[in-house]
């Protein structure tokens, strides 16, 4: 029964989140007097007054402002954040915030709010700005002591503290946990996660899928540069011969690296030459296939 109401709870939350979503993509920001409120798209009617100095688009039904005077970002002040009805989702202020979309905040330098979490610590501004994350509702998910958080990529993020690198998805739940073995590109390459291994000689790079499960092990690879484009084809280019190639979302070869030059390489066409003066190279549409 407690698990029914559970589900229940979740879908009628999530819901009310969509719908709040969807309100917000009809609010445009506009200022009046030095101040920024926000209108409806359509009809232009105010629904949020300008009582703020600073305001950014709505993105996935959260919005990052400050009421403080000469706010923009990196100047320190205070930002909040508010939901389609101008309401903060949070007492928390900050001096930094991005919202990165997803119904998530990264923010750094907390310096005002109820901030006591778990372990009845406060973690307050300091000079070094750790960052953490706020959910939509305005709980801190995640404490503010991380060197990095990047944006939101196939609803992953990718997370830095100190020496240690992971992955982690939208609810604040480790894909790979905190770990000091891999080496994560920053990055999560539509839907890949390029790393090299610590314990791996040479500078190759190997391949997970979102689920961090691994698809190449740079113990196997030659690969010193893998990109992935929107169709799971990855151009790789060797470390022992310089040139290039191609592969498939299971690591592949599509073409064997021999080519000086990846010319073409986009969701639409890749092309590989030896010259770019060449009229023709070898070409393959989006998925692999030879023209």
Not at 135 to 163: M, Q, R, W, Y
């Amino acid at each position: 029964m407690d698990n029914i109401k559970t589900k229940i709870y979740f879908l009628l939350f999530l819901f009310v989140y969509n719908i709040s979503v969807a309100v917000s993509q009809n609010l445009i920001l506009f200022r009046e007097n030095g101040k920024v409120g926000y209108k409806d798209k359509a009809t232009k009617k105010v629904l949020i007054q300008p009582t703020f100095t600073y305001g950014e688009e709505f993105k996935d039904g959260l919005a990052i402002v400050s009421t403080d005077e000469l706010a923009v970002p990196n100047s320190n002040k205070q930002f909040r954040v508010i939901n389609p009805k101008g309401v903060f989702i949070s007492d928390i202020s900050c001096v930094q915030a991005k919202n990165l979309g997803k119904g998530l905040i990264k923010i750094a330098g907390i310096n005002g709010g109820n901030v006591e979490i778990s372990g009845g610590v406060i973690y307050l501004g300091s000079t070094s700005f750790p960052s953490g994350l706020m959910d939509k509702t305005g709980k801190l998910i995640l404490k503010p002591e991380f060197n990095a958080i990047s944006d939101v990529a196939s609803n992953l993020l990718i997370i830095t503290k100190s020496d240690s690198v992971g992955v982690m998805d939208i609810t604040g739940k480790y894909v790979l946990p905190l770990q000091t073995k891999l080496i994560l590109d920053y990055k999560i390459n539509n839907g890949f996660i390029i790393f090299n291994d610590r314990n791996v000689k040479g500078d190759v790079k190997g391949i997970m899928d979102k689920n961090c499960k691994i698809i190449l092990d740079p113990s196997k690879s030659d690969y010193k540069e893998i990109e992935f484009n929107a169709c799971g084809m990855a151009k790789v280019l060797s470390n022992s011969t310089g040139l290039y190639g191609l592969i498939d979302s299971q690591a592949k070869v599509k073409l064997e690296p021999k080519y000086k030059i990846c010319s073409v390489f986009s969701d639409k066409d890749i092309v590989f030459k030896n010259q770019y003066s060449e009229k023709q190279g070898i070409s393959f549409d989006c998925k692999g296939n030879k023209k």
